[in-house]
C-alpha cells in the first residue's frame, strides 16, 4: 500500500503544481538568455532520468548533484522557485524510478556540498 500511496501524492502535487513554460519567449538580455538555457537544461536533466533506472546510491548521488546545482543555480535566473521546482522534481522522478530508495539525510547532502 505505501507505493501506491506514493503514487497517489505524487499525482497529486503534479495537479497542483504551477505548470513551467520551458519554451517560453527570451529578451535580449544576460538574465533571460541565462534562465531559458537553465530551464532547458535541467528539462532535459528530468527526461534524462524518466528513462532510466537507478540503484540506491545513483539516487543519493542525484540528491547530492541537485543540491550543490540548487546552492549555485538560483542567481542566475529571474525566479529562483523555478529551479527548486525542477531539481526537486529530478530529485522525486529518480527516486520513483530506483530500485532500493534509501534517501540520503538533508544534514549530509549539505556537508558534502559545503566541501565541494
Known amino acids: 500500500s505505501a507505493p501506491m500511496d506514493t503514487n497517489l501524492l505524487s499525482n497529486i502535487q503534479k495537479l497542483f503544481?504551477?505548470?513551467?513554460?520551458i519554451f517560453s519567449p527570451v529578451e535580449f538580455n544576460k538574465v533571460s538568455v541565462l534562465t531559458g538555457i537553465i530551464k532547458i537544461?535541467?528539462?532535459?536533466?528530468l527526461e534524462c532520468v524518466r528513462l532510466r533506472s537507478f540503484g540506491r546510491y545513483g539516487l543519493q548521488q542525484i540528491q547530492v548533484d541537485c543540491q550543490y546545482l540548487q546552492l549555485y543555480l538560483w542567481r542566475f535566473v529571474s525566479d529562483e522557485n523555478l529551479v527548486h521546482f525542477l531539481l526537486d522534481e529530478?530529485?522525486?522522478?529518480?527516486?520513483?524510478?530506483?530500485?532500493?530508495?534509501v534517501t540520503m539525510e538533508?544534514?549530509?547532502i549539505e556537508v558534502i556540498c559545503e566541501r565541494g
Open 17 to 21: 503544481s504551477e505548470r513551467i513554460d
Open 41 to 45: 537544461s535541467l528539462k532535459t536533466f
Open 90 to 101: 529530478i530529485v522525486a522522478s529518480t527516486a520513483h524510478r530506483c530500485l532500493d530508495p
Open 106 to 108: 538533508q544534514s549530509v
